[in-house]
């Protein structure tokens, strides 16, 4: 085991990085990888074969929000607001704002689309600031009439997201508006796939995590147990924390589609699982002992992140470079629109 950030780092051709999704989501390709047997390989609609009756899926059903609005002063200055989050109170809606050199406390934000008004009230540092909405209604249309969807900063798009971006970069089961960036693992599934599996016998559990800016947070430290994790809420309703309970009785895979999903199950997990909504800040890293899942379906994640590192956390440091090594071989696709792991250590 080694902490050191430098060793969770590796070469990723930057042609391996997809810039637009598989044509169909199930046709992105699927490494399996079981204990130390050599990775298999696979077309994601193919995952069923490795998932027994019974298994629990834990799916993320957040939806993202177009959290990229743009405002603009009273002096007609465009101003990039980006809402990180929606679950607060309007009247205190922390946002990055872009220039923040061009904005002070007590400006008064119109967005042009929907005629919504926001008040800065606080400004921080590294470009945040919170505004103030007269309503959550008025912060709703402004989020819809004025927003784009935030795609990662390593998907290229001259004009901005387009009409196969917002159908794609959400899930076919995304519920609950709230996530600036999808919970990419949950991609691939098709509801046809879905009815196939739950005919199979495995179960489907869903809960809500919503992502947050956080998780493009690079690790800048050099040992990665001084890295800090944002806060980002969760909800696990009663009916999905029973039905957890049941599967962890009676000895029964859980799954998490996506490190999300992960984290959610992870640090909720206290003698079982237990209904609520909270937030959380936990960080999952080599030396971790996992309590509440068996598997983790998940895709290919950049070079020194947090989530190389919490995959690293599930199946080994080694074990994971060499699978992505593999991957790079075998011109697997990387990253939000790239393909999928099925990791059953």
């Known amino acids: 085991m080694t902490f050191d950030t430098h060793d969770y780092v590796f070469d990723l051709p930057v042609d391996r990085i997809a810039q637009h999704p598989a044509d169909r989501r199930d046709a992105s390709r699927l490494m399996v990888a079981l204990g130390d047997e050599p990775p298999k390989h696979h077309h994601f609609a193919e995952i069923g074969q490795y998932l027994r009756p019974g298994d629990v899926l834990v799916l993320n059903q957040t939806r993202v929000m177009k959290a990229r609005c743009f405002a603009v002063k009273e002096t007609g200055t465009r101003i990039e607001t980006f809402i990180l989050s929606i679950q607060v109170d309007p009247g205190r809606v922390p946002v990055l704002l872009r220039p923040a050199k061009r904005v002070k406390p007590d400006m008064i934000l119109t967005f042009p689309n929907s005629g919504v008004r926001a008040r800065l009230i606080e400004k921080g540092d590294q470009g945040r600031g919170i505004l103030a909405f007269d309503h959550f209604e008025a912060l709703q249309a402004a989020v819809e009439a004025d927003g784009e969807l935030p795609l990662p900063p390593y998907i290229k798009r001259e004009e901005g997201p387009g009409s196969q971006d917002s159908e794609r970069y959400q899930t076919v089961y995304a519920r609950d508006l709230g996530a600036v960036a999808a919970p990419t693992a949950g991609l691939h599934f098709t509801p046809e796939l879905l009815e196939d599996l739950q005919r199979q016998g495995v179960d489907l559990c ?76 936990h960080y999952i890293y080599p030396g971790y002992r996992f309590r509440a899942i068996d598997g983790l379906i998940t895709n290919f994640h950049l070079p020194g992140s947090s989530l190389i590192l919490l995959v690293s956390a599930l199946a080994g440091r080694e074990r994971i470079l060499a699978l992505y090594r593999e991957a790079i071989e075998h011109n697997y696709r990387f990253y939000s629109y790239g393909d999928a792991m099925l990791l059953l250590p």
């Not at 895979?253 to 237990?274: K, M, P, Q």
Request: proline share 3%; net charge negative; glycine share 6%.
């Open 206 to 281: 869903y809960v809500t995590h919503h992502v947050g800016i956080g998780t493009f947070k690079p690790l800048t430290a050099s040992d990665i147990r001084e890295h800090q994790m944002d806060a980002e809420t969760y909800t696990i309703e009663p009916n999905a924390a029973d039905r957890l309970n049941l599967a962890r009785n009676e000895n029964r895979r859980i799954i998490a589609v996506g490190t999300t999903s992960t984290r959610c199950l992870e640090s909720n997990y206290r003698d079982g699982f237990h209904a609520g909504t909270a937030d959380t800040d």
